[in-house]
């Protein structure tokens, strides 16, 4: 069932206004991993349920209690569970989406301030941090709220909302509380879901919308290396100690070559190999090595076959390094040797592979390793957090519901993929819930979630607003 073309035109005629309110998001900096905006995060949740019940929707906040971060004992910001309509006679949709973004300074080498939203009207982006990942899609939801509360059209679907402000930190405390939302049974507002929409993830390229069925998992950890009492001088202390920093880059040159293949024994044998059907899904889709290396900025492909960057992508575990805590990385040229340093890196998971399997692996071979070395420093492996890969139903009414809304709105049938990243909450919704879960992304694979200049275009934003509202009818409408 195609939404009412009054929802549709509402949605165009109040575009700028939409737009405004993206940049009053965008402007609360919610940055969950650093302690000192901790309270940033908590007044984006307070506005965002303020913003919820202007629209009629029944909110509660969650607390979720405290955690230790950074050497403080922090609030976790609440979850925002939300309810509209009970109507026997009506599918229930469970929507999910997260309000803290990822750090961002002008001096990462962003072109504007990353906290105050600038439409480029040449372009038609909309550059902020958040405005993509996941302001902008979280607000689309909104806007259709508004639509309906304004137009005074009834919901073709009874909601129930769930957002968070912890996503990009693990997501702590979130699935405790979904657990025990549904363990209430009638009592519990997630009572009589029927499916869960997801709209965290991206395109795969810039030209054709997608609906993605799999998810890959994480697991993060740090190296600790310790060894002096304080940082020292290179030219008093140099070739007279055992270095952390040297032990730290020889080690973490051991997890991955540089073809992306990982290192760690029995991580990559876990994963069985594709048959011939799953390559054809490869081959089908609307992909080329210029997609992969246009959204990277640079011409640095793994490989030139599509099929193959499509799968290290989606079907193959990756381990990547993000950086070294307690190293020198300021301007200028400081000739100090670190006392101590974390070296961070991750590793994306893929069926049947968990977190669970992988941390033993990881631990017994680096402890192998650095025991090669005979340094006198200490190494201590940390395990900071992680998540299990999700694969979905494709052949399941919801995702009917979501494609015939994208060929609705945009004329052309999605690709279906399985995306890079992870969203670890996927998983426990269809745990916990037993429904279809589906991800239907607004944003594109060129707006750079996490990076610097991060943008969602202005038509992405407008045209996946209808997208959203269109899915809802056509799950009203599902057998």
Same mark, same amino acid.
């Given at each position: 069932m195609p939404a009412p073309a009054s929802f549709s035109n509402y949605i165009d005629t109040h575009a700028d206004a939409f737009i405004?309110?993206?940049g009053d998001a965008v402007a609360i900096q919610s940055i969950s991993s650093d302690a000192r905006r901790r309270e940033d995060v908590i007044v984006?949740? %307070? *506005?965002?349920n303020g913003q919820l019940n202007e629209l009629d929707v029944e909110t509660k906040l969650v607390d979720l209690g405290t955690h230790e971060m950074q050497g403080q004992t922090l609030q976790l910001p609440p979850a925002i569970i939300g309810r509209l309509g /009970?109507?026997?006679?009506?599918?229930?949709?469970?929507? #999910?989406?997260? #309000?803290?973004?990822?750090?961002?300074?002008?001096?990462?080498?962003?072109?504007?301030?990353?906290?105050?939203?600038?439409?480029?009207?040449?372009s038609g982006r909309l550059i902020g941090r958040g405005s993509t990942d996941d302001k902008g899609p979280i607000l689309g939801w909104l806007n259709v709220l508004e639509a309906h509360k304004n137009l005074g059209i009834a919901m073709p679907v009874n909601l129930r909302i769930c957002f968070e402000g912890m996503e990009e %930190?693990?997501?702590?405390?979130?699935?405790?509380? +979904?657990?025990?939302?549904?363990?209430?049974?009638?009592? !519990?507002? $997630?009572? !009589?879901?029927?499916?869960?929409?997801?709209?965290? @993830? #991206? *395109?795969? @390229?810039?030209?054709t919308p997608a609906l993605t069925y799999g998810l890959r998992g994480i697991a993060y950890f740090s190296i600790n290396i310790t060894g002096p009492g304080q940082d020292l001088h290179s030219g008093l202390f140099g070739r007279t100690?055992?270095?952390?920093?040297?032990?730290? +880059?020889?080690?973490? /040159?051991k997890l991955v070559d540089h073809n992306g293949d990982i290192l760690i024994p029995g991580i990559d044998d876990m994963v069985p190999p594709h048959d011939e059907d799953e390559l054809k899904l490869y081959q089908k889709m609307d992909y080329t090595i210029d997609d992969i290396e246009e959204a990277a900025g640079g011409k640095v492909a793994l490989s030139s076959e599509k099929t193959t960057v499509l799968m290290g992508r989606m079907r193959q575990p990756s381990l990547s390094l993000h950086g070294i805590e307690g190293a020198f990385s300021a301007v200028g040229a400081k000739t100090v040797i670190p006392a101590k340093v974390g070296g961070k890196f991750s590793i994306r998971l893929v069926p049947p592979q968990t977190?669970?399997?992988? +941390?033993?692996?990881?631990?017994?071979y680096l402890e192998a390793e650095f025991a090669k070395f005979n340094s006198k420093n200490k190494m201590e492996i940390e395990y900071l957090h992680g998540g299990?890969?999700?694969v979905a139903d494709v052949r399941h009414w919801n995702f009917e519901a979501a494609k015939k809304a994208i060929e609705a709105v945009y004329k052309k049938t999605p690709d279906y993929t399985r995306e890079g990243g992870s969203i670890?909450?996927?998983?426990? $919704?269809?745990? /916990?819930?037993?429904? %279809?879960?589906?991800?239907?992304?607004?944003g594109r694979a060129d707006d750079g979630a996490h990076s610097t200049n991060e943008k969602l275009d202005r038509s992405n934003f407008i045209e996946g607003t209808k997208v959203l509202g269109t899915y809802l009818y056509e799950v009203g409408a599902a057998a």
């Open positions: 405004k309110r993206l984006m949740g %307070n *506005w965002l /009970s109507d026997p006679a009506k599918k229930t949709v469970l929507i #999910y989406g997260h #309000y803290d973004v990822q750090p961002a300074l002008k001096t990462d080498g962003w072109k504007t301030d990353p906290f105050t939203l600038v439409v480029d009207e040449d %930190n693990g997501s702590e405390g979130l699935d405790e509380c +979904i657990q025990e939302e549904v363990k209430k049974g009638k009592d !519990g507002w $997630f009572d !009589g879901v029927d499916c869960v929409c997801i709209s965290d @993830n #991206y *395109w795969l @390229n810039t030209r100690v055992h270095e952390p920093m040297t032990d730290l +880059i020889k080690l973490m /040159s977190p669970e399997k992988i +941390i033993p692996l990881v631990h017994a299990k890969p999700w670890p909450v996927t998983l426990t $919704f269809a745990e /916990s819930l037993g429904v %279809n879960v589906l991800l239907l992304p607004m």
